[in-house]
């Protein structure tokens, strides 16, 4: 299912912590990217559907500067990324190998994709920095991905940061990490993640005025009635 335009607008405006927390109330508990920092401070939230791609440790005789030219390869799969997409890329949490440096970063920019997110980490940082392309992981190495890891393929189910991604699948990243929604609970987050924000933007300001936390956060009866009266 594409991701509209009013989907991507709506959830610009929603916490990855108000989103896990509505699904935490449906009851999926791992939807958090473990390791997907945001590599530039103050980084804008950004969404799209998840371009997925799978790396497995490193094979003396498949892991080689040579593989980099071959049609299964992080280059190949970068011309398949669609305009829009968030590239997710399953690096096993290893740390001490650069999955992607600035060369392919700015390949990525060209083509029009929103962002990368990973558990690993990238290479050539500044350079990377410099290509504009919004990324989250889990920091940055000097060797090559190679060094550390085997590449394998893109569009299938991943396992990043401890976290199931089938393709098409929705990320949203911000200051708070990267977060998944399935396709099947799109339409709930949309919904209850806009009044979730309401909420707690009602009971933040309730808060200020000097308003005491047991009966507020959660709310009792009489403080949700007060909140449903400020609505109308």
């Given amino acids: 299912m594409p991701l509209s335009p009013e989907a991507v607008k709506t959830l610009s405006h929603i916490t990855t912590a108000t989103i896990t927390t509505v699904l935490l109330k449906k009851g999926l508990r791992n939807v958090w990217l473990r390791g997907t920092k945001p590599l530039r401070p103050g980084q804008k939230r950004l ?14 005789d498949l892991a080689t500067p040579e593989s980099w030219s071959k049609p299964i390869s992080t280059r190949g799969a970068i011309e398949a990324m669609p305009e829009g997409c968030i590239a997710v890329v399953d690096a096993m949490g290893v740390t001490d190998a650069g999955i992607f440096g600035d060369i392919l970063c700015a390949r990525m920019v060209k083509r029009g994709v929103s962002a990368l997110v990973t558990d690993g980490v990238v290479r050539d940082v500044e350079g990377v920095l410099d290509t504009g392309l919004p990324v989250w992981c889990d920091g940055y190495a000097a060797p090559p991905s190679v060094a550390g890891l085997t590449f394998v393929g893109w569009g299938e189910p991943i396992g990043c940061g401890g976290v199931a991604v089938f393709p098409d699948d929705v990320i949203v990243a911000d200051q708070d990490g990267a977060v998944l929604i399935p396709q099947a609970f799109l339409e709930h987050v949309l919904t209850e993640g806009v009044e979730q924000e309401r909420m707690e933007a009602w009971i933040v300001n ?23 009266a400020s609505k109308k």
Avoid: I, K
Avoid at 206 to 228: D, F, I, K, Q
């Fill in 47 to 60: 969404v799209g559907p998840a371009f997925t791609l799978r790396f497995v440790p490193a094979r003396e």
């Fill in 206 to 228: 309730e808060v200020s005025n000097g308003a005491v936390l047991p009966g507020l956060y959660p709310m009792n009866a009489e403080t949700n009635a007060r909140y449903a």
